[in-house]
Nanobody, 118 residues
Framework: QVQLVESGGGLVQPGGSLRLSCTAS????????IDWFRQAPGKEREGVSC????????YYADSVKGRFTISRDNAKNTAYLQMNSLKSEDTALYYC???????????WGKGTLVTVSS
């Protein structure tokens, strides 16, 4: 059974950091790109970052470029999103997503909540 489980969310002050983890099971992560999306209350879901299966290609939304870093450890079947210099507008539910090269984004985690507030 394919599962993606996010962790690492929480409450952090503006300017602080968090590292989100996305642990995969039921498949070998090596062959898939991993995406991070977020959805803030009352807003549309937004693509935040993506890392290719080869780890050589990464993508960041303009809103997080220079502050967030995506990475993966295929040996642990886990992807990460390091978030620095957090802002109140980063408050959202963060999801990781498996992206198949043929079928697109086919499995989503349930999300982890990030709240940036003083």
């Amino acid at each position: 059974q394919v599962q993606l489980v996010e962790s690492g969310g929480g409450l952090v002050q503006p300017g602080g950091s968090l590292r989100l983890s996305c642990t995969a099971s039921g498949f070998t992560q090596d062959y898939y790109a991993i995406d991070w999306f977020r959805q803030a209350p009352g807003k549309e879901r937004e693509g935040v970052s993506c890392i290719s299966s080869s780890t050589s290609d990464t993508y960041y939304a303009d809103s997080v470029k220079g502050r967030f870093t995506i990475s993966r450890d295929n040996a642990k079947n886990t992807a990460y999103l390091q978030m620095n210099s957090l802002k109140s507008e980063d408050t959202a539910l963060y999801y990781c997503v498996r992206e198949d090269q043929y079928y697109g984004m086919d499995y989503w985690g349930k999300g982890t909540l990030v709240t940036v507030s003083s």
